[in-house]
């Protein structure tokens, strides 16, 4: 049984500050890693992904894999009122038909 | 290029009933996803079609069933409609790479009384 693990928070952060988001997931296999953002009442939408490990930026996010520890993380920096949402980390399994497995999220709030 | 369209975007039904949901995925994009949205249980993945074939399946009774056509436009179907089934059904589309990203859909809520 594949699980994907978050704190579902909520995480509080003032804005401006840096927002940090963590998941872990068991599959040793997995390949490919997402985070997806989903306001209240709409479906998810891409935020970033990241395949090898390392750190990867785009704009304010920046994404951290470490394979070695089964760990995913999320950055945003400058955080936004706007940035307030649940973020969902999402893994894909070693199979090239497998599903996404996502973790039941992490609400986060930016205090203006 | 237009988006993931679901249709329709809000059902009420009642328990015993079937449904059926449809996605149009993204032009080009040859991978349809399905997946159930619940406040307890989070994201599951039901069910990929890939070229009208059902690639992966999750684990989800039999009620639950999918197709795909030609033109990639996939219906999924809920027999004999549980209180439980009440959820956000989710489809998302893709190339149909192992590292495609997916891309979702507004999404259709179903409501089970």
């Known amino acids: 049984q594949k699980e994907v693990e978050q704190n579902s928070g909520p995480l509080s952060v003032p804005e401006g500050a840096i927002a940090s988001l963590n998941c872990t997931y068991s599959?040793?296999?997995?390949?490919?890693f997402f985070w997806y953002r989903q306001y209240s009442g709409k479906s998810p939408e891409l935020i970033m992904s990241?395949?090898?490990?390392g750190d990867k930026e785009d704009g304010r996010f920046t994404a951290q894999l470490n394979k070695a520890s089964q760990y995913v993380s999320l950055l945003i920096r400058d955080s936004q009122p706007s940035d307030s949402a649940t973020y969902l980390c999402?893994?894909?399994?070693?199979?090239?038909?497998?599903?996404?497995?996502f973790g039941k999220g992490t609400h986060l709030i930016i205090q203006p | 290029k237009a988006g993931v369209t679901q249709t329709p975007r809000y059902l009420i039904k009642t328990r015993g009933q079937q449904v059926t949901l449809s996605c149009s995925p993204i032009s080009g994009h040859r991978s349809v996803s399905w997946y159930q949205q619940t406040p307890g249980q989070g994201l599951q993945f039901l069910f990929e079609?890939?070229?009208?074939?059902?690639?992966n399946k999750g684990n989800f009774p039999g009620r639950f069933s999918g197709r795909q056509f030609s033109n990639s436009r996939s219906e999924m179907n809920v027999s004999t409609l549980e209180l439980g089934d009440s959820a956000l059904y989710l489809c998302?589309?893709?190339?149909?790479?192992?590292?495609?990203?997916?891309?979702f859909g507004p999404g259709t809520r179903l409501l089970v009384l």
């Open positions: 990241i395949y090898s490990n």
């Open positions: 599959d040793r296999g997995s390949q490919s």
């Open positions: 999402a893994v894909k399994g070693t199979g090239g038909a497998d599903g996404l497995t």
């Open positions: 079609y890939f070229s009208e074939t059902q690639r």
């Open positions: 998302a589309s893709n190339l149909g790479g192992i590292r495609e990203t997916q891309y």
